[in-house]
């Protein structure tokens, strides 16, 4: 894979009639809209996050708990974007066979499939979220999976521009969109992740940077 800065932000083309909740890894780019930089500052080649940065960190990393099939890989919050490599891993039954894949049937518990919209916007903190049996999810899309991490991120953003005063965002924190890509070698992982761990670095000549749109 040839990576391209000045696509990464779109969602990419999707492969028609591609599963993706089958397992594999997932390299995804989420933007914040109007690339505002709301999540922290570039300091020496280094991301300094604020308050906003270790949140959405924080939620990055409560997919395997939402989600027992993902494994959260390579991460980095930048100023305004996010980057993430994603694996959806593949769950064995008491029979030792894959509950994504069982004579050719894919096997989806009571939750899988149905819309995931996130808990209810709240005044109230979100410090540690507890997942029952009743509300994991297994066999998610990437899709949904993005769609459940961008809302709970809104919501407690939005809950910290109302106690904490962190600054506001214009009507969507993120943007509408987003881009991800099939990761399907190892060699490709190695890049991906490379890159993915050298972005503070490279701030400097980031398309996002708001220096580089002046």
């Known amino acids: 894979m040839t990576y391209n800065p000045k696509i990464h932000h779109r969602r990419s083309i999707r492969l028609k009639g591609y599963d993706y909740s089958k397992a594999g890894l997932y390299f995804i780019t989420i933007c914040v809209k109007n690339h505002q930089c709301l999540f922290g500052n570039i300091v020496e ?118 106690i904490y005063n962190w600054k506001r965002f214009d009507k969507k924190l993120w943007q509408r969109n987003y881009w991800e890509h099939i990761i399907r070698n190892g060699a490709e992982y190695k890049r991906i992740a490379d890159y993915i761990n050298e972005n503070p670095a490279k701030w400097i000549d980031d398309k996002f940077n708001p220096q580089n749109s002046k």
């Not at 939402?66 to 959260?72: A, H, L, N, R």
């Not at 769950?91 to 996130?118: E, P, Q, Y």
């Not at 049996?133 to 521009?161: C, L, P, Q, R, S």
């Open 45 to 162: 080649n280094k991301i300094i996050l604020n308050d906003a940065g270790y949140m959405v960190e924080k939620w990055y990393y409560e997919l395997e708990n939402k989600y027992p099939d993902k494994k959260c890989r390579e991460m980095i919050v930048m100023p305004n974007h996010f980057h993430c490599i994603v694996e959806n891993t593949k769950i064995m039954n008491k029979h030792g066979m894959s509950i994504r894949d069982v004579n050719g049937t894919t096997i989806r518990d009571a939750h899988v499939g149905t819309s995931l919209h996130g808990r209810p916007k709240t005044n109230e903190p979100i410090l540690k979220p507890q997942y029952g049996i009743n509300n994991k999810k297994y066999i998610a899309t990437i899709g949904d999976t993005m769609d459940w991490f961008k809302t709970m991120t809104t919501n407690e953003y939005i809950h910290g521009v109302k």
